[in-house]
Every structure is written in C-alpha cells, then in structure tokens.
C-alpha cells in the first residue's frame, strides 16, 4: 500500500488541557484543524470520586473558557471555588492571608479537577466538524520541502501536512524534538505527592500553603466542605519515605506538617508523585510551527499557575493566528509566530524566575533570611496596595 497524504490548514500534536482549549478557539475560523492525540482513551469524570489531578484555575483562564462556552459545562461536572488563601512559613512567623471581598470580586479562582477540563474539551472538540482527532498515528519525524510552507509530519504509512504545527504534546513534546528545539532544564530536586485527603474541620473555601525548609505543603480546597487535594513538594528521598507510610501512618504526617490547621487528616486517598522539573525552551517558534503549555515551559506548581501560563500562550497565539486568517492570509506569518514568542517568552519566563526565587527564598535556613522572610511577609500582609498586586498576577488579570 502506498504512503497516504493528508492536508490540514493547521496540525496540532497533543490533546491536553491545552491543546484542546487550542484547537477549539482556532476552530473560531473555517480551517481544517487536524488534533493528534496519541492517547486513544482520556480518563473521564467520576462524580463517587475525586481526580487526583487538581488545578487551581485563574479568574483569567476561566473567562478563556466561558469564550468557548465549556466553562458551564464544568461547572455543571464539578468545580471548586475559593475566596480566601492563607501562606505560612514553616513556624508560623511569617503570614499573608487575601480574601475575595477586600480584592472585590466573588472569588479568588477555582480548583477543578483536569479530567473535569478533559471531558468538558473533549466532548467539545467531538462536536466541532472542524476538528478532526487522530489517536492512531504514531510519530516519527518531521520533514520540510524548499519553498513549500507546508510542514510535513510522517508516521507509517501516513503523512499529515500543514502549513502551521503546533506542539501542545507536553512536557516530554515529541515536536520540540523533531524540530531540534533546545530546552534550558534544571531539577527542582523536588516530587510532588499529590493525594485527596478528609480532614476533621471545615476548610471553608480557604487554599491554604505552609512553606518549609524542605518544600510547600498545599490543601487545595474541594467542593465537599471537608475534602482538600493535596501537592506536598519535597526532596524525591522525603517523597519516597512518605510514600511508603500506611494510610494512617501517611495521615499523622500530614496532620503534623500541616500544623492541625484542618484539624487531624481523617481520610486518605491514593497517592501519586511527580517529579519537579524547570523546563524553558529556548525558542517557542519556527516558520509555521509553534510550541504552547508544557511543551514550551514547566514550573513548580507552588504557585499554581503551570496551566494558567499554558491557557494563556494558547489565547494569544489563537488571538494572532485568527488575525491573520481574518486578513484572508493563508500562512501565519513568521513575524506573526515571532510576536506571539516575544510575548508569551517574558511573560513565562518572569514567572520561572519568580518561583525559583520562592523555592530558594523559602527552602533557606539561614537565620538572616528567615528573618527577612517573615518580615517581608508580614509586612507584605499589611500593605494592601501590594497585596492587589500579587493577587492581581496570581488570578491573571
Ligand atoms: C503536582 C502538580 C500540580 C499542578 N498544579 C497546577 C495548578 O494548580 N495550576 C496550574 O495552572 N497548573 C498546575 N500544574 C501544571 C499543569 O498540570 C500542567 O502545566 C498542564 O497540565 C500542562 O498541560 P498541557 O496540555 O500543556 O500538557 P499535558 O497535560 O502534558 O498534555 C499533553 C498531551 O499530549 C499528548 N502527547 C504527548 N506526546 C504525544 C505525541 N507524540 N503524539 C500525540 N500526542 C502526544 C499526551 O498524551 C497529552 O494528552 C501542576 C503540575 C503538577 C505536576
């Protein structure tokens, strides 16, 4: 059997959070839109139990999503929302605490469980003629011709064509290899455990994060009155021991590094892990290709905005490429894909600079700094004019 060519106006790799919220704001235009997802089956929600993977999404990512009108359909699946966010240092010195009424809106994000966003995309996506999902390509290499825009991507016996790649294939992206795209990664030296616990007292719509010497432990709050999701970043040897605790065992120690601030920890779920890596690529664009979420960047999820930054590179290049297509231009141009990279680049790479300076700020024993840290902290806490600036940056507006 011969090779069999096919032709799309845009190919996106990838069918995460961020790749669906991609395609379905280009398919905004009358492009043929190709999503290749190599994952043949996305888990779905289960109202009896909660993911555990959580996400704590910004007022802004949620405006994207209410654009594509699939915001109510999570909110008819499940989300959480949140007024009020408590940060301590590990001995309770150092405090910043912000609520939604003082910051005058209802509240300060929500957290949603990702199969939520998945199935809510996913059923999207299938009803949207446009876009055409392909889970049964695996591939292997990228190839372009002289003077010919379009990029191919080849797999078997089957090669899919576009003038415009897009990578939203995560952390791990087979596109930013094919297109030898170099990364700047640095270990965190960090896991996360992630896991849905039940505590004892009511966490009353507050996310709450204790900072350690040795890493943030966060309860997310759920949508049940007493049941939070968990991110405890530590030393990988730190994640490992916890890991092998007992139910109960696993309990008490949460308990004990939360402070009781929930009362004890009462109920256990399973338990997953996740190594912490920084990653930045060194460039997010080629002539008629791109790279968007965790394909481009990763960060330390202490500050909750790994997705919120992927959403936010997919609205501004959908935003770009719709310009263009709205000019009758067939080909994103590369100064277009360049603007989009400028952008998005800084915009990222403040934030991975910030959460180094957290990691390293809060990971320090030195009493001098600890000292400047609970000052900083406290002092941070009674200025209101600063405090609406950081929330402002940590909803995304
Ligand atoms: C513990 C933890 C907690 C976090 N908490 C938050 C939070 O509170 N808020 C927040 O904003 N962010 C958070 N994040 C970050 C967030 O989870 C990620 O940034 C986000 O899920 C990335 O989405 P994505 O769609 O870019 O990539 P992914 O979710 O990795 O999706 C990539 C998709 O591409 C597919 N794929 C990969 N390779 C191929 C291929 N060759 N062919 C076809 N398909 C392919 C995969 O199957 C996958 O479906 C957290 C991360 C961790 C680890």
């Known amino acids: 059997m011969g090779v069999v060519k096919e032709q799309y106006n845009i190919i996106i790799v990838g069918g995460g959070i961020v790749g669906l919220t991609l395609a379905l704001l280009l398919a905004q235009s009358d492009k043929r839109i190709a999503l290749i997802e190599k994952r043949a089956k996305i888990e779905s929600f289960n109202r009896a139990q909660y993911d555990v993977r959580v996400s704590a999404v910004t007022p802004a990512s949620v405006k994207l999503f209410e654009q594509l009108s699939v915001w109510k359909d999570m ?10 966010m408590h940060v301590w240092d590990g001995d309770g010195r150092g405090k910043i605490e912000f609520d ?12 949603v469980e990702n199969n939520v966003m998945l199935q809510a995309l996913w059923q999207r996506v299938a009803s949207t003629a446009q876009i055409e999902v392909l889970s049964d390509i695996e591939l292997e290499y990228l190839e372009r011709h002289e003077n010919n825009p379009n990029i191919e991507l080849h797999g078997g016996d089957r090669i899919l064509t576009a003038p415009l790649v897009i990578g939203a294939d995560g952390a791990q992206s087979w596109l930013r290899q094919a297109a030898h795209i170099a990364m700047t990664e640095r270990d965190y030296q960090h896991h996360a455990l992630v896991c849905t616990v039940k505590t004892e007292k009511a966490h009353d719509k507050t996310a709450r994060q204790r900072f350690m010497t040795e890493g943030p432990l966060a309860f997310l709050p759920l949508d049940a009155a007493h049941y939070s999701s968990i991110v405890w970043s530590s030393a990988p040897t730190h994640i490992d021991a916890l890991m092998q605790l007992s139910d109960e065992g696993f309990a008490l120690a949460l308990t004990d590094a939360f402070q009781s601030q929930l009362g004890a920890v009462i109920e256990v779920g399973p338990r997953a892990r996740f190594p912490l890596i920084m990653r930045h690529a060194q460039h997010y664009v080629q002539a008629g ?3 968007v979420g ?7 999820p202490l500050a909750g905005q790994g997705l919120n930054l992927g959403l936010a590179d997919a609205a501004l290049l959908a935003e770009l490429v719709l310009e263009e297509y709205a000019h009758k231009n067939e080909y994103v141009k ?23 300076g957290f990691k390293h700020l809060f990971g320090n024993d030195i009493p001098v700094i600890k000292w400047l840290r609970h000052r900083g902290l406290n002092l941070t806490d009674r200025s209101s ?5 950081i929330l402002q940056k940590a909803m995304g507006v």
Do not use: W
Not at 100 to 111: D, E, K, P, R
Not at 334 to 356: F, G, I, P, V, W
Not at 385 to 389: A, D, R, Y
């Open 75 to 84: 909110v008819a699946l499940r989300v959480s929302p949140f007024t009020h």
């Open 334 to 356: 590369y100064s277009t894909l360049r603007r989009y990279e400028r952008a998005r680049k800084t915009e990222n790479a403040t934030m991975l600079a910030a959460m180094d």
């Open 385 to 389: 004019f600063i405090k609406s600036l």
């Open 289 to 291: 290709l791109a790279l």
């Open 294 to 300: 965790d394909a481009a960047h990763t960060v330390h």
């Open 100 to 111: 939604a009424a003082s910051a005058g809106v209802n509240q300060l994000g929500y957290i």
